[in-house]
């Protein structure tokens, strides 16, 4: 017997659709951002045990609109993961947080889209531990990221 459950790998078709959505996804996130320097992090609590997390830095410009990634190997592996998140066959529970300076907000996957989290439990995960020497971020609530779904697809399982 195995030490973790196995993964399952999703079909094609399921994956191809996530990462439509994904792409749908980082457009309306990067929209609800807004200009300036902002950090994502994505937190994935799998169904192996296993957590994975990833991260990545981007610059966004409104005038023109530009977006730029600091390390194209960060925001490839970030996107990724939001894939297999969004899919949701292999994921207990994933969290989407960006930062911007001294502030924060967050989402929570569900049903293949990304959800607002409620700010005041974002609150507790980004308070600095004590003695340690860390930005205090407000949080805000979280945009609501707007979601057409595609009529061919199936409802995610997530």
Not at 109 to 115: S, T, Y
Request: hydrophobic residues 45%; glycine residues 6%.
């Amino acid at each position: 017997m195995p030490a973790r459950p196995e993964l399952i790998r999703p079909d094609d078709a399921a994956i191809a659709a996530a990462m439509s959505r994904t792409l749908t996804v980082l457009a309306a996130l990067v929209q609800a951002l807004g200009h300036g320097e902002h950090t994502i992090n994505l937190v994935v609590d799998r169904t192996d045990d296993t957590f994975l997390r990833g991260q990545a830095d981007l610059s966004v410009g409104t005038a023109p609109i530009r977006l730029a990634v600091l390390d194209e190997d960060d925001f490839d592996a970030l996107r990724t993961l939001l894939v297999f998140a969004l899919e949701g066959s292999t994921v207990r529970h994933a969290v989407l947080v960006a930062t911007t300076a001294a502030r924060a907000c967050g989402w929570t996957v569900r049903k293949g889209w990304l959800h607002p989290m409620d700010p005041a439990e974002l609150q507790q995960a980004v308070i600095p531990c004590p003695d340690v020497s860390a930005v205090f971020r407000e949080v805000y609530d979280a945009p609501v990221l707007p979601h057409i779904p595609d009529p061919d697809e199936e409802i995610p399982r997530g």
